[in-house]
């Protein structure tokens, strides 16, 4: 196959598909509608499980179903969406169940608008439903990425029994890209679920029972030392990021998704200028990159966290610097997209204060 022009959100769609997707569950809202509109013409024909439900609330609930019957499960939404679904989540979370959520993140709070926004970094990251856990999450910059993100999500969710999230903003949603289906990863074939409920009374011990309920504080405590050794591992393996230009840095961006492809643009420019600027590109934001900042030279001045936020990813820049190196912030939000002018401006400002300093 190859290289298609497809919108994004129909690509992350047929990546779904491809990656072994065997039951969507959703409901509208806008900036990711076209993920479902994409599914409800295909699913069926693959001989798959599509679900338009009555609500956000409803179609977690679906997805929590869905897993632990031991089926390959996706739902997907934008912010305010997402935010309905979080208990779901948390309960799919403390039953080890795997799914996939992708989040086509939009400005906020509350409703606030369709534009593009990346101030769900929070809500992603620390979770909006009780209880100590994690979701594996990633931000891709592009759509071939995102693509490749999406397809072996369904593997990593089962690898550790949890759900996984993609987190893109509008922009990525709605622009279109070339994207190639087979340059993606193979992903794996779906192994037995010896622990799903499906029902099969055969088995030694019987009928499995998914719960996230333990009323015996010492065995809830176990089971929460259990989930951390699985967080612990995803942490240890799954960091991923990108070093750009960061050798010979003296000032080095941190930015993901839709604000890294902007920030790119600055770094070019900045270099041309003989400003010596790299970049840390998250791709996991939970766990967040720490190793990535253990690469740095220790002549780096300034961290420059750039995001379409208001500092939500500042705070774990924040954490994995452990003061090393100066921090510096610039941000927009609303659903206000910057330019690589206002980055550069930003920093020609940071060294025309250092020089007066």
């Not at 890294?260 to 041309?272: D, W």
């Not at 920093?347 to 020089?355: A, I």
């Amino acid at each position: 196959m190859a290289k298609v022009l497809m919108k994004g959100n129909e690509a992350m769609a047929l990546a779904a598909i491809e990656g072994g997707c065997d039951a969507f569950f959703g409901y509208p809202i806008t900036p990711q509608n076209e993920i479902p509109e994409y599914l409800s013409r295909h699913m069926g024909e693959k001989g798959r499980v599509f679900v338009q439900a009555e609500s956000e609330v409803a179609a977690i609930n679906m997805v929590y179903g869905a897993a632990g019957a031991g089926a390959r499960a996706l739902t997907s939404s934008s912010s305010p969406g997402i935010a309905l679904k979080q208990e779901g989540i948390s309960y799919i979370a403390g039953s080890e169940l795997p799914c996939v959520i992708i989040n086509v993140m939009r400005g906020g709070p509350g409703l606030g608008g369709i534009q593009p926004s990346q101030a769900d970094y929070n809500q992603v990251t620390k979770g909006g439903g009780n209880g100590d856990y994690h979701l594996l999450a990633f931000a891709p910059e592009n759509l071939q990425e995102t693509v490749n993100i999406i397809k072996e999500s369904f593997d990593l969710a089962d690898y550790y029994r949890n759900p996984v999230i993609i987190a893109v903003d509008g922009l990525l949603g709605q622009m279109m890209e070339p994207v190639d289906l087979e340059a993606a990863p193979k992903t794996e074939d779906a192994k037995e679920k010896k622990w799903a409920a499906d029902g099969n009374s055969d088995r030694e011990g019987g009928r499995n029972v998914i719960t996230s309920i333990h009323l015996d504080p010492l065995e809830l405590e176990q089971h929460n030392l259990k989930l951390k050794k699985k967080y612990d591992e995803m942490r240890a393996k799954e960091q991923r990021y990108e070093m750009i230009e960061t050798d010979d840095a003296d000032i080095v961006f941190v930015a993901y998704g839709s604000m890294a492809r902007i920030a790119r643009s600055a770094v070019k420019t900045l270099r041309e200028e003989g400003i010596k600027v790299g970049m840390i590109r998250p791709v996991t934001i939970w766990p967040f990159p720490e190793k990535a900042f253990d690469e740095l030279s220790k002549s780096v001045k300034t961290l420059l966290t750039l995001e379409m936020s208001l500092g939500q990813m500042h705070e774990d820049v924040r954490a994995a610097n452990n003061g090393r190196f100066q921090l510096d912030f610039y941000g927009r939000t609303g659903g206000v997209v910057p330019e690589p002018e206002e980055i550069i401006d930003h920093v020609k400002r940071m060294l025309e204060k250092e020089g007066s300093s």
